[in-house]
């Protein structure tokens, strides 16, 4: 069997796309002195593969099922500070049709879900969770976090029906209970990045912080037409016509504890105990940089990521799946030889000035949440608020070795609303392929247009080829058209607050109020189109809001400064900028402190289409939402008289 034909099954075994690593014809240039030999050893945590869903297709070739566990799993969490796996025991999510998987080459993550726009995806949801007696309670405060082994399923991001056994995160799936979703994926989806997790009211922070999230890609085929937009996957082809290399990157904050002598909670966890997550009184600010814990990449702490191919374009979707962390994904040469595998999150910080380079790659993003933008934006960081996705053709320009960093950011760009030290995500190392000399978004810019000639079909290529060679335009790639004013039909106002005022109490509200399950916050009318303003009058808060995306029109600082088109200064934070006219469903609401004369007003617009049901906006910053920092949504036909039907008549 040739070099190819291995390389080629161990691409098609592999779950993750990174076939790109495994090409490795030529030698690495640093250590790996057998690349062939260490690509074809088995798949484990180290190089962070995820695992797929399997999926049924027995009734007829449109109609995915899936088969999923929510249960205790007993896993292994790589502690840098001792140089040792801790012991935890998390909720997590399990492939029903793959129960057998363990221990530490296992990591926290769900499997990945692979679909296709047009297909009806039947996902059933066991809850193995013991019995839980805080589950449906009657009295006290719906915001006061409970039902901790009760959950149900979101797909965060996804244009599909929030009713019934769609997209609906009003129900409570109790312990010993099945339930089968089905979301029916429109054919005029949008192709791009998504993720899901639990959304029970009461316990959202807690399951997600246990590492209950997972990767929902939906891969679009459809060729831009002179009148209709297409997907940018038929763009990002190989010369052979195959996709580029891509690399799936899900991002979470796993804060187990343990217990100390007294009972408190330690996030020093000895031999022999384990580690978990009971408790609400885990989170809160500063919670995560007093923890010591590392983000981790797809389960995996300071790990070492699949190798890639130098010089090749690879797509990297970075997915925002934790709860109490900002994350400014950095990309470095690494230059030093000091090991990092034993590092306390306290020195990452000196580590990687001596070891990773001064200078960044840039790489340039193509999305937001999932969803194509007008233009590639050439960027040497990237913000990932929780529940951001991120999309971005990535070139790593040689051979060698390079840093993934969590970089660092004004206080006020940041959850825990201080300024954090850089953090090591892992490493990457580049092997074989080629070297770029030159400015890389002058080489994204030059395969870009050479991708189009070669896909692109005749009737449009002339006008991509234009648009790539206009800034690296992108708008034969939209999914969204622009919303004019003109088409606004009705105006939207919403202010994020922690009330704490109140001796021996906190409040977490929108718009003045803590959230009620039984009050309907907004009745909004099917085909309607708003004008929303978003503020927060103490601290910052990510907004999301479910089923429709909305477009940023303007971001503007306490001083009337508009920060959000491509080049404007926000004080030194990157997050704004570039952001004007793009679309996306979660978006930092920044107040920099606990002034309401110092927040921002932010400008957004959507319209709500094709489905009607309720559902919700919230912070997401989800100990925040599940403590009150929600409203109800309610999407129903409009009466013909400027109103909307509020009942069944």
Request: charged residues 20%; contains cysteine; negative net charge.
């Amino acid at each position: 069997m040739s070099v190819s034909d291995k390389i080629a099954i161990f691409g098609m075994a592999s779950v993750f796309s990174v076939t790109h690593a495994l090409f490795a014809v030529a030698q690495e240039a640093r250590a790996v002195t057998n690349p062939l030999a260490y690509m074809l050893q088995p798949i484990t945590k180290s190089q962070g593969m995820l695992k797929t869903f399997e999926q049924s297709r027995e009734t007829f070739p449109g109609e995915v099922l899936l088969d999923m566990n929510a249960t205790y799993l007993d896993r292994q969490i790589y502690n840098p500070a001792t140089a040792r796996y801790d012991h935890v025991k998390l909720r997590g999510y399990q492939d029903a049709r793959q129960t057998g998987l363990s221990g530490a080459d296992t990591p926290l993550v769900g499997p990945t879900i692979d679909l296709r726009p047009g297909q009806t995806v039947r996902v059933t949801l066991h809850n193995l969770f013991p019995q839980d007696s805080t589950c449906g309670i009657g009295g006290g405060s719906a915001n006061t976090p409970h039902c901790f082994n009760g959950t149900n399923l979101h797909s965060h991001g996804l244009w599909v029906n929030p009713s019934g056994n769609g997209d609906n995160v009003l129900i409570s799936i109790r312990p010993g209970v099945s339930f089968q979703y089905e979301y029916n994926i429109a054919v005029e989806h949008p192709a791009g990045t998504f993720w899901y997790h639990p959304h029970l009211h009461g316990s959202t922070a807690l399951q997600v912080s246990s590492g209950m999230s997972g990767a929902l890609i939906i891969r679009g085929d459809r060729m831009p037409t002179p009148t209709e937009t297409g997907d940018i996957d038929r763009l990002l082809k190989r010369p052979g016509g195959s996709d580029i290399a891509e690399r799936v990157l899900v991002l979470q904050q796993i804060q187990y504890a343990c217990t100390d002598n007294n009972g408190d909670i330690t996030y020093d966890c000895q031999p022999g105990q384990v580690g978990g997550i009971e408790s609400y009184d885990q989170f809160g600010p500063g919670s995560w940089p007093a923890s010591g814990r590392f983000t981790s990449v797809n389960g995996q702490v300071l790990g070492q990521l699949a190798l890639a191919e130098a010089g090749s374009v690879e797509r990297w979707r970075m997915i925002h799946a934790g709860v109490r962390d900002t994350i400014n994904f950095e990309i470095r040469r690494k230059t030093g030889t000091t090991a990092f595998r034993t590092l306390a999150a306290a020195d990452t910080d000196r580590w990687i000035d001596q070891n990773c380079g001064k200078d960044t790659i840039p790489y340039g993003v193509v999305a937001q949440d999932g969803l194509t933008m007008a233009q590639v934006q050439m960027r040497q960081q990237a913000i990932l608020q929780p529940g951001y996705r991120v999309d971005a053709l990535v070139v790593l320009p040689g051979a060698g070795d390079y840093c993934i960093i969590d970089g660092a950011a004004p206080a006020a760009a940041s959850v825990n609303q201080e300024a954090p030290s850089r953090r090591l995500l892992g490493i990457v190392t580049a092997v074989g392929g080629h070297a770029v000399n030159g400015e890389i978004g002058t080489y994204l810019q030059d395969w870009l247009i050479s991708a189009a000639e070669r896909t692109m079909s005749q009737n449009v290529a002339g006008k991509v080829i234009d648009d790539l060679k206009n800034e690296m335009s992108l708008s034969s790639f939209i999914p969204h058209p622009d919303i004019d004013a003109g088409e606004v039909t009705g105006e939207q106002q919403l202010v994020f607050n922690i009330d704490v005022k109140q001796p021996g109490a906190t409040f977490f509200e929108v718009d003045g109020k803590p959230y009620d399950p039984n009050r309907i916050d907004r009745t909004l009318p099917l085909s309607g189109v708003d004008e929303w303003t978003l503020r927060s009058d103490f601290v910052s808060h990510p907004f999301h809001i479910h089923v429709n995306p909305f477009q940023i029109i303007k971001i503007v600082d306490a001083a009337g400064n508009d920060v959000s088109a491509l080049g404007a200064d926000d004080d030194g934070d990157p997050q704004y900028p570039g952001l004007k006219n793009v679309w996306k469903d979660t978006l930092w609401i920044k107040n920099p402190g606990t002034d309401p004369s110092a927040r921002y007003t932010i400008t957004v617009r959507t319209h709500y289409q094709r489905y009607i049901g309720e559902f919700v906006l919230h912070c997401h910053i989800l100990d925040h939402e599940d403590q009150g920092m929600m409203q109800n949504i309610r999407i129903t036909l409009p009466d013909g008289q400027g109103g909307t039907v509020s009942g069944h008549h």
